[in-house]
T-cell receptor
């Protein structure tokens, strides 16, 4: 049982480049989310989805786009990377108002 | 902004001792969850306590919730070196969790 899978695990980008962080879950969960974690801090919500075709903004959405065309996948797009987006990114899924399952994270550095 | 605060920010204890971490939150909640994060890894769910519950146990974990004070505590009894990790409380559920800043627990063998 793979759970939540994130790719890549590490990425270095130059300022202004774009990229997509991939997230896939095999638990048929309705809810999926993207968080970022900065040093010494908890996670902050970027975008979330309550089902295929439905997405909404979280606490820190600027500079990021998402789409949810299938139940399984929830990619996060960085439009024009900035050093302030250097962070560790976590994808999570959940079924209803219960525990969330997290991926192992993508460590992104923007130089 | 973060939902609340956790204290202490860091806690260092000896193996076999108990560890207590506290979490305060700002808004009304339906439930509160606790997660654990080992260094460089994703978060793992530990326990969920609903707003109508005062206390909940799971193995060596004990969570309390005081909605009048908007606070929760996580107690780990008989700690082990393998319990070394960061611990986060989170309010909300499903796709929208709001996390505290976490407590870094170090259990020395």
């Amino acid at each position: 049982n793979a759970g939540v899978t994130q790719t890549p695990k590490f990425q270095v980008l130059k300022t202004g480049q774009s990229m997509t962080l991939q997230c896939a879950q095999d638990m048929n969960h309705e809810y999926m989310s993207w968080y970022r974690q900065d040093p010494g801090m908890g996670l902050r919500l970027i975008h979330y989805s309550v089902g295929a075709g439905i997405t909404d903004q979280g606490e820190v959405p600027n500079g990021y786009n998402v789409s949810r065309s299938t139940t399984e996948d929830f990619p996060l797009r960085l439009l024009s990377a900035a050093p302030s987006q250097t962070s560790v990114y976590f994808c999570a899924s959940a079924q209803g108002a219960t525990e969330a399952f997290f991926g192992q994270g993508t460590r992104l550095t923007v130089v | 902004s973060q939902q609340g605060e956790e204290d202490p920010q860091a806690l260092s204890i000896q193996e076999g001792e108990n560890a207590t971490m506290n979490c305060s939150y700002k808004t009304s909640i339906n439930n509160l969850q606790w997660y654990r994060q080992n260094s460089g890894r994703g978060l793992v769910h530990l326990i969920l306590i609903r707003s109508n519950e005062r206390e909940k146990h799971s193995g060596r974990l004990r969570v309390t919730l005081d909605t009048s004070k908007k606070s929760s505590s996580l107690l780990i009894t008989a700690s082990r070196a393998a319990d070394t990790a960061s611990y986060f409380c989170a309010s909300g559920s499903g796709s929208r969790l709001t996390f505290g800043e976490g407590t870094q627990l170090t259990v020395n063998p």
